[in-house]
């Protein structure tokens, strides 16, 4: 059993920065890519950014790049989200996933979620 828990979410101006982290334990966090998700409401859960296991393969999200930055930390089992410059529409629940195998940036193929953390940016 894999479990995931996001935290570092809250309600912040636009234009500042917040950095969310998500603690796996269960299994071999190093094994595992993972990814970002983001859902406003009335929208469709949606990719913000991925890292394999070894921090080699990176990808973000167009409408992210260059204010948000994923890292992890294999020795504490955590992954990161920097959000710099953030904006109103950023304003979503953010979920981190993870899967066995390389990166993907569809939902449909992470198998274990967190139960998300609310981001909140006042225009």
């Known amino acids: 059993q894999v479990q995931l828990v996001e935290s570092g979410g809250g309600l912040v101006q636009a234009g500042g920065s917040l950095r969310l982290s998500c603690t796996v334990s269960?299994?071999?966090?190093?094994?595992?890519?993972m990814g970002w998700f983001r859902q406003a409401p009335g929208k469709e859960r949606e990719f913000v950014a991925a890292?394999?296991?070894?921090?080699?393969?990176?990808l973000h999200a167009d409408s992210v790049k260059g204010r948000f930055t994923i890292s992890r930390d294999n020795a504490k089992n955590t992954l990161y989200l920097q959000m710099n410059s953030l904006k109103f529409e950023d304003t979503a629940v953010y979920y981190c996933?993870?899967?066995?195998?390389?990166?993907?940036?569809?939902?449909?193929?992470?198998?274990?979620w967190g139960q998300g953390t609310q981001v909140t940016v006042s225009s």
């Open positions: 269960g299994r071999t966090f190093s094994s595992y890519s």
């Open positions: 996933a993870a899967r066995a195998g390389t990166v993907v940036l569809t939902s449909a193929g992470y198998r274990y």
């Open positions: 890292i394999g296991w070894s921090a080699l393969s990176i």
